[in-house]
Structures are given as C-alpha cells and as structure tokens.
C-alpha cells in the first residue's frame, strides 16, 4: 500500500518489491502494535462492558490488514526469496550455503560427523 | 638445567621442566620458588662477520677483542656468576597465570566468553586471568562448558535435487571465569578493561552479583520517602531537557518522542525506529 511506503528507499539488502512491501508491513505493524494489544486486551477483559468489547472488535477488524503480525514473512537478504530462507541467517539455502563455503558467516563450517 | 632454557619457550614446557626437577612444589606457584627459572639473554654482537665489510666505526675497534654482550653492562651483585633472568613480571608472561586465593569464597561475577575458535578463546581467558590478579580480584577458571553445536542441512543445488545434500555447523565453545570476594567497583573495572581490550570474534557476558543487607525492601521504601520531593520535581520533565520552570504537555512530549531525532538516540538509526511520518528535527 503506497501510503505506508516509506517515500526514499530506507533499505540496504536486495531490493525487490516484494522485499519492499514485507519491509513495509513491519514498520506499520511495528507502529500499530500498541493499539492492537489495546484493542485486544479490551475484547477479552470480561470485567469491561459488553458494548465496549464488541466496540473494540469492530475497531480490531477493521484496522488495515498491514497492522498485522501475520502479514509479516522473512525474506532472504541476498535474493529476496520468500521460501527457504534460514532463520539465523535471514538467507535461502542456496545462498546459505554459498557464503557458507565462501566462509563469509563467522563459524559454519562443513560438517562431518 | 633450566638457565639453558631458550626465551622463546612456551609456559607449558617450562613448567614441565621445572615440574620434573620440583615435583613437591604447586604448579601455581613457579614464580615464588627458591630457585627461579633464568632466562637466556640474546647475546647482542657488535662483532661484524668477514663477509660483510666493517663500517668507520668498527675500524677503531681491534679485531681480536671478544663479542660484547649485554651482560657485561650489568653488574652481577652476589651469587655465581650466570646470565641474568628477567624480570619477575616479564617471566610470568611465559608461565600460567597467577592467581590469588578466595578467603570466603562468594561468587561476585560470573564472566562467560563464548567464540568459535578455541585458540582465541584460550588466550583472551588468559588475559582475563592475569588481569583479574594484577587487580587483585580471586578468580576461578577458565571452567570449560558445554560446546554448542548447531547444524544445518542444505541442498547442495539451487533448485530440487533433495537426495545430494550438504551439512554446516557452527561451534561455539564457552569458557566460564568466576570471581570470588570481589569488591564490586574492582569487579567493574576488570569488566571494563577487559571491554577495552576485547578480542576479535569473542563475545562476553557477565552476571554481576550483589549483596546486601537483610531488609532490602525496606530499606528502599525509607529512602523513596527521603527522596520523594527531589523525585517528584525530577518526574516533572523526566527524559527533556528544558529549563527548569517549563513544563511539557503530554502531546508535547509525545511529539517529541516522535522525532526521527529523539527515535535515533533512542533506539538507533535501524530502519525500524525510522517512522514515514515522524518529523525530522
């Protein structure tokens, strides 16, 4: 959504649209996050008027789709790839193992065992 | 038999050599023993070999007089005449660190120094030991724990391929350094030094122990109610830094959180903490 889209380019890994728009989803969930927790501590305080709770679930749903945390997918730093991609690395596999071998990450070696 | 050890010697074989002679003294304690380790000195030559030719200066001097050598400098005070040693704290260098006894044995800082290769890790322990007893501080150690091995297993292919795969694994060993007895500011300054000097590829962590009297708790409510009139006039402009008299609204505050400024001294110049719609001030 290009209202949330940062208007210069605020990112230093491989760029990608894709890349770009999971960028995005992060900063505005990042800044929407309180009033998520908010709303959603609201819905489910029983002590607090029903109105009021079934008021901060429409409020919940209606917020945008990029406020949320399940939007957010990692991508590969090196090629922007959605699948494969190793956590404690942020890369795919295939680029995992090319600087792997290259031995760009401190400490991965070829293992035998 | 130790005085024809060479200086380049590493500590091990040379505590094995002096073990071997005195096998009733501690290994800790080489350095205080009657008999000290003496060290060789580079026999400096003045002498020029024939191959190359003297220079003006060397001309004055006659050929036949012997290499002189440092040792002729310095006057031997008592004992049979031998080459001198080192000084004590230089012969340390070469031994296992010194350490100094816990007389209670309270644990003060635990130091754990985490890397992937054990021969930096090993020496930086080194460091810490030798520089926890010049600071006086009584430390245990290094305690090697457990290894963590994480691996991975990739395709070796960019695409499909599943059956030939490729394994990677990353070793991190761990050391544990403990400091007992310690006094609380020498336990900082020895977190600090180390931190100064901190070696490439170690990373460290300390957990720091305090103690205190019976009574924590209340203690700390006397001194919130002592404190509570400069407290509340801090709390006032807590975290702005205005003259004093001026107050800050709530939206003012705000705001000024929400600069790219105040967002950057805060929480680093990531690309997270930079808003599109924060203001830049």
Known sequence: ?????????????????????????????????????????????????????????????????????????????????????????????????????????PGVKKASW | MASSTPIR??????????????????????????????FQRPAISRNYSEATPPPEVENATPPSQPPQTLTENT??????????????????????????????????????????????????????????????????????????????????ASFVYKKSQENFERRTVRRLIQIKDGNPETVELWLAFLQKHAYYGIGMKANVFEFAKVGVGKNMDTEMEKMKDIVGKTWDRVGVATTVGTKLTAEEIIERVNTQNFR?????????????????R
């Not at chain 2, 505590?15 to 350095?31: D, E, N």
């Not at chain 2, 230089?90 to 044995?105: H, S």
């Not at chain 2, 110049?269 to 203001?279: C, E």
Request: with cysteine; glycine share 6%.
């Open chain 1, 1 to 105: 959504m290009s209202m949330f889209r940062a208007k210069k380019l605020d990112l230093g890994s491989f760029v990608n649209v894709k890349v770009i728009r999971d960028h995005t989803k992060r900063k505005v969930f990042a800044e929407n996050e309180p009033e998520r927790q908010a709303l959603r501590y609201i819905i489910r305080n029983l002590a607090l008027p029903q109105r009021t709770r079934v008021q901060a679930q429409l409020q919940l749903a209606q917020m945008h789709c990029y406020t949320r945390p399940t939007q957010i997918r990692n991508r590969c730093i090196e090629g922007g790839k959605g699948r494969g991609v190793l956590r404690d690395f942020k890369m795919t596999r295939y680029n995992f193992r090319l600087n792997a071998l290259a031995g760009k990450l």
């Open chain 2, 264 to 280: 950057a001294a805060t929480h680093g110049n990531a690309p997270l903490s930079k808003l599109p719609g924060s203001i830049s």
């Open chain 2, 9 to 38: 010697l590493p500590w091990r074989l040379l505590t094995r050599a002096v073990g071997a002679a005195h096998p009733l003294i501690p290994s800790t304690h080489y350095i205080r023993t009657q008999q000290p380790i003496s």
């Open chain 2, 75 to 156: 006057p031997v005070s008592e004992g049979p005449p031998g080459p001198p040693r080192l000084p004590r704290a230089v012969q340390a260098v070469y031994l296992r660190p010194l350490r100094r006894q816990a007389e209670y044995g309270v644990p003060s800082c635990d130091l754990q120094l985490r890397s992937y290769s054990v021969r930096n890790l090993e020496f930086f322990c080194d460091f810490a030991l030798r520089a926890a007893y010049y600071l006086g501080l009584p430390a245990s150690g290094p305690v090697p724990l457990p290894r963590i091995t994480e691996r991975w297993t990739v395709p070796r």
